[in-house]
């Protein structure tokens, strides 16, 4: 499975960004697709996750800001940044897990400034 993101960038603080991810290969029916984010310094922390039936888990810390969601037919998972915060920023990894098996994109920058 090959995850190609896109979409990260900057921004000032209260603004908004949408991180897109696409996967492509051997695509099981059922999978997880979500966000993780890294930032210097620190531990790789989950954001949002999502299954293929459109269930989602948010970090409390983007709950209310953050909206995650997928299109099966394209293999996509999206996230909805808004009311964006200096300390959303990180290196934002798209993930996919299906069948024991995880897989990671490369990896989108998100900065926002104050």
């Known amino acids: 499975v090959q995850l190609q993101a896109s979409g990260g960038g900057l921004v000032q603080a209260g603004g908004s960004l949408r991180l897109s991810c696409a996967a492509s290969?051997?695509?099981?029916?059922?999978?997880?697709m979500g966000w993780y984010r890294q930032a210097p310094g620190k531990q790789r922390e989950l954001v949002a996750i999502i299954s293929n039936a459109g269930i989602a888990n948010y970090a409390d810390s983007v709950k209310g800001r953050f909206t995650i969601s997928r299109d099966n037919a394209k293999n996509t998972v999206y996230l909805q940044m808004n009311s964006l915060k200096p300390e959303d920023t990180a290196v934002y990894y798209c993930?996919?897990?299906?069948?024991?098996?995880?897989?990671w994109g490369q990896g989108t920058q998100v900065t926002v400034s104050s």
């Open positions: 290969g051997r695509i099981f029916s059922i999978n997880r």
């Open positions: 993930s996919y897990y299906s069948s024991g098996n995880s897989y």
